[in-house]
């Protein structure tokens, strides 16, 4: 869906730099990286740990965490899947305005719906856009629980809980998948970190 601006009285500004000239001067290639997976999966603690290593190399980089993002910028927003497709909307554009200037966009969103994301990897364009995914069974995300999320979910009291009470759509063409039931943080956030080496968005 495609989201036009109500005011017609507007134009897009060009800069003068370049998104090549802060690539340069950063050394890095400008790229968002999209975890998704069920709550409690490990996305942002994996996006924590990657921006924590890259950011201990030089790396410029940024963590932007579902729940974070829904204290500010989204807090008007609430969990119907209209306000899920628009909160992912919103995140998809912020997104592309920190890939465009040269940095490596760290993102940790449920966004349970295949149509959602790929929306976002139209919207930042080709190359621009990785899509991480996060693979925890259930069982082991709902034992893990440390928000309680999902007893109160399992009781009622949470309604539209993705993978209980509302659908999530896995991804069918994650360019990274990470098994967080049988690897360690460590090891996904290397895992990461190496296909940002191999595909030249990061110095080795």
Known sequence: MS???K????TKISTHVTR???ENML???GVTLWFTGLSGSGKSTVAIEVDRVLTERGVACTVLDGDNVRHGLNSDLGFSPEDRNENIRRIGEVAKLFT???VINLTAFISPYREDRDRNRKIQGNGDFVEVFVDAPLAVCEARDTKG?????????IPEFTGISAPYEAPDKAEIVLNTDGESVEQSAAQVVAYLEEQGY???
Do not use: M
Request: glycine letters at 10%; aromatic letters at 4%; charged letters at 30%.
């Open 3 to 5: 989201q036009q601006p």
């Open 7 to 10: 005011s017609k009285n507007i």
């Open 20 to 22: 090549q000239d802060r």
């Open 27 to 29: 050394g890095q290639k």
């Open 100 to 102: 465009e200037a040269g």
């Open 149 to 157: 999320l999902y007893k109160k979910a399992r009781a009622g009291i």
């Open 202 to 204: 990061v110095k080795q």
